[in-house]
Nanobody, 126 residues
Framework: QVQLVESGGGLVQAGASLRLSCAAPVRTFERYSMAWFRQAPGKEREFVAAMPWSSYLTKYGDAVQGRFTISRDNARNATFLQMNNLKPEDTAVYYC???????????????????WGQGTQVTVSS
């Protein structure tokens, strides 16, 4: 069982930045593909960004491409989401997700992830 713990959410104004963190205290963290999803009230869970276990390639959802950056630090068992130029439509609960040895092609599919964090709220005011 992998317990993921997100942090870094908050209330900001449009145009501001936030950095989310996800801690995953597991010995083989480098073998987990990591992702961020978000869910706004009344909407389906949406893919935000992901990194596969096997490389530092990245994948982004269309809505955040060019504004958000995902990264990981295997030495710290953590993944991060740098969010710049935030917009009101970015308001949602953001979830960290992990899956052991998940390949690049499956990164954007929430159904492929075995482990999820509890979520952190991001609210962007106009």
């Amino acid at each position: 069982q992998v317990q993921l713990v997100e942090s870094g959410g908050g209330l900001v104004q449009a145009g501001a930045s936030l950095r989310l963190s996800c801690a995953a205290p597991v010995r083989t963290f480098e073998r987990y593909s990591m992702a961020w999803f978000r869910q706004a009230p009344g909407k389906e869970r949406e893919f935000v960004a992901a990194m596969p276990w096997s490389s530092y390639l990245t994948k982004y959802g269309d809505a955040v491409q060019g504004r958000f950056t995902i990264s990981r630090d295997n030495a710290r068992n953590a993944t991060f989401l740098q969010m710049n130029n935030l917009k009101p439509e970015d308001t949602a609960v953001y979830y960290c997700a992990a899956h052991y040895l998940l390949g690049f092609s499956g990164l954007g599919n929430p159904g492929r992830y075995d482990y999820w964090g509890q979520g952190t709220q991001v609210t962007v005011s106009s």
